[in-house]
């Protein structure tokens, strides 16, 4: 790619679309363990269509973002989280651990030799995504694959909003016909197939005028849980006056952990507003909205970071939250977070990592 081509991207980066010019890769099998880590070029992979990924989905990933700092360094935001929700995967899908500081030393190769793809402009990222599938080639379903290879592959992206106070809210669609994850299974893991099972509902969110699917719980199909790539915030008020609560679904096991959502937790500590991780069921929400408790809603995430939801649509229901447009909370946690990941504000919680 030219020069000026790589700078007309950083210009304006598409989300996932280009990818830059290397890639971190290693492998695992049971007699050697991890082995062969390799800084290449960015690059096909081959496999032999026997591989197990391609027929019992063993994959899981992550995702995260390399962010220019005022003095043109890069930072990394919380890179060992990333890792151990990694692991916590791994574990779930019966599939090696790599040790935490491979995994960010890994990530770090990646970011020194791709500094010049870590583009500069207000909310832009190198966004990061680490990878990891299973290589044995066997159609046996008696035990996991014997073999893995690991991979780290970058993409200059751009923020999901524009401006501060970015486009319109998000309309999202309450999902009643189809379950992301029940007790027990995946949900908590990043596993491909998570991903892959909510694309049906997705496109139906699409076609029903929608940005996002809500998921809800898998029993009793009314509690809120996240919205497949993101997290669910409320803004509750208080009814005596006092500060608003960030309330978030509790991690019962069946929703992802995310690190936006933990750190967004944490910050709304600091910016004196009540925490709470619960359950809200639809009807709670629709409620609260018109009793005007819930006065914002707004999805989390790394891809996402903070992108305010407006409207609520399902078959036989459709509420607006506050007057349908983001709201002071959500723009202040904003800041915040944006704030402490581009070092605008001093990081006294050492979420940064200089690469
Ligand atoms: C991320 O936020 O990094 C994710 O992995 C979500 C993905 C659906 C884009």
């Not at 790619?1 to 695992?28: C, N, Q, Y």
């Not at 709470?276 to 006065?295: D, H, P, Y």
């Not at 609520?312 to 959500?330: K, L, S």
Request: net charge negative; with cysteine; proline share 6%.
């Amino acid at each position: 790619m030219s020069e000026m081509d790589r700078r007309a991207i950083l210009a304006a980066p598409v989300f996932g679309k280009v990818f830059t010019d290397h890639m971190i890769t290693l492998r695992w099998d049971a007699e050697q363990g991890w082995h062969d880590g390799r800084l290449e070029a960015f690059q096909d992979i081959a496999l032999p269509p026997s591989a197990s990924v391609f027929h019992y989905g063993q994959e899981i990933f992550e995702g995260m973002k390399a962010y220019r700092q005022p003095g043109g360094s890069i930072a990394l935001f919380r890179p060992e989280r990333n890792a151990a929700r990694f692991n916590a995967s791994a574990r779930r899908l019966a599939m090696p651990e790599l040790p935490v500081e491979t995994f960010v030393r890994a990530v770090e190769l990646l970011v020194q030799q791709e500094r010049h793809w870590v583009p500069g402009g207000d909310g832009t990222s190198l966004y990061l995504r680490p990878f990891m599938i299973a290589t044995e080639p066997t159609l046996g379903f008696t035990l996991p694959s014997r073999s893995y290879l690991f991979g780290v592959i970058a993409c200059p992206a751009s923020a999901y909003f524009s401006t501060r106070t970015g486009p319109p809210a998000l309309t999202v669609w309450l999902s009643e016909e189809y379950a992301r994850a029940a007790p027990g299974g995946t949900g908590a893991a990043k596993a491909g197939g998570n991903y892959a099972a909510a694309f049906l509902a997705q496109r139906e969110a699409v076609e029903q005028g929608c940005d996002q699917v809500v998921w809800l719980d898998a029993v009793e199909h009314t509690w809120v849980e996240e919205m497949g790539g993101m997290n669910l915030c409320f803004v509750q008020q208080s009814t005596d006056g006092g500060s608003p609560t960030l309330m978030t679904p509790e991690l019962t096991g069946t929703l992802l952990p995310g690190v936006t959502r933990d750190s967004l937790l944490q910050l709304a500590g600091r910016l004196g507003l009540g925490r709470s991780e619960g359950r809200i069921n639809v009807q709670q929400w629709r409620k609260q909205c018109e009793a005007g408790v819930i006065t914002e809603v707004f999805a989390c995430g790394t891809a996402a970071v903070i992108a305010p939801v407006g409207h609520v649509r399902g078959a036989n229901d459709e509420w607006t939250i506050g007057d349908g447009r983001p709201g002071p909370v959500t723009l202040r946690l904003r800041d915040e977070l944006l704030g402490i990941q581009y070092g605008r504000i001093p990081d006294d919680l050492g979420w940064t990592r200089i690469v």
